[in-house]
């Protein structure tokens, strides 16, 4: 258990739709980011916060948001769902900024039907 | 931004040799450069990393190189074994518009990893 906790760990939902993952840091981790990881894409840095604000934005699409709450826990809302979007969705954390690393947690795996 | 690439995608070597991982990275001002391994059905693990102040860090039989003129850095994996096999990742600290500890990881397409016994 990396400390990271996402949840769900698999989605399954229709195209059109929309979707909430959710994302608990590590203890005593203020950033939160998110990155989605296709077959060969990699992993691709979608967006950061930082003690409830956000501080970056890679390549998120419009139809993606995403927040962070009072208590640190993040969630990211990908709406009008497209067969494109099915992903592995990874969620990680770091005390601070990217030096010493982050922790992943597990990943949420979205199928899009 | 910062973008960095990564090969080999695919690498399949025996029980016993050695491993290496090439990345290039564009952005003068990345300063940290961690490598992640990444097995089956899980997230990526911090396995390794360097900050641009250092040339060479080794943890057991894994070793990191930095050259920083050229923009390169490498993973070193000696005396491979079986449990080696997964999918690596480099990545390189993109500072943003905050800069200095804040910033994010920009990674690179991962190379896939088999080691024969």
């Known amino acids: 258990d990396s400390g990271v906790t996402q949840t769900p760990k698999h989605l399954i939902t229709a195209t059109g739709q929309r979707v909430t993952l959710r994302c608990s840091p590590r203890?005593?981790?203020?950033?939160v980011y998110w990155y989605q990881q296709s077959l060969d894409q990699g992993l691709q840095f979608l967006i950061q916060?930082?003690?409830?604000?956000?501080?970056a934005k890679g390549n998120i699409l419009e139809r993606f948001s995403a927040q962070q709450f009072p208590d640190l826990h993040s969630e990211l809302n990908l709406s009008s769902l497209e067969l494109g979007d099915s992903a592995l969705y990874f969620c990680?954390?770091?005390?601070?900024?990217?030096?010493?690393?982050?922790?992943f947690g597990s990943g949420t795996r979205l199928t899009v039907v | 931004g910062e973008n960095v690439e990564q090969h080999p995608s695919t690498l399949s070597v025996q029980e016993g040799d050695s491993a290496v991982i090439k990345c290039t990275y564009s952005?003068?001002?990345?300063?940290?450069f961690p490598w992640y391994k990444q097995e089956l059905g899980k997230g990526p693990q911090l396995i390794i990393d360097?900050?641009?102040?250092?040339g060479e860090k080794k943890d057991q039989r894994i070793a990191v190189t930095l050259n920083k003129t050229a923009k390169h850095f490498s993973l070193h994996i000696t005396e491979t074994q079986p449990e080696d096999s997964a999918v690596y990742f480099c990545?390189?600290?993109?500072?943003?518009?905050?800069?200095?500890?804040?910033?994010?990881?920009?990674f690179g397409k991962g190379t896939k990893l088999s080691v024969k016994p």
């Open positions: 360097i900050r641009s102040n250092v």
């Open positions: 990680a954390s770091s005390h601070s900024g990217a030096q010493g690393g982050y922790t």
């Open positions: 952005d003068s001002a990345s300063n940290y």
């Open positions: 990545a390189a600290t993109y500072p943003g518009n905050y800069g200095g500890s804040q910033g994010n990881l920009i």
């Open positions: 203890s005593g981790d203020l950033s």
């Open positions: 916060y930082y003690n409830g604000e956000e501080r």
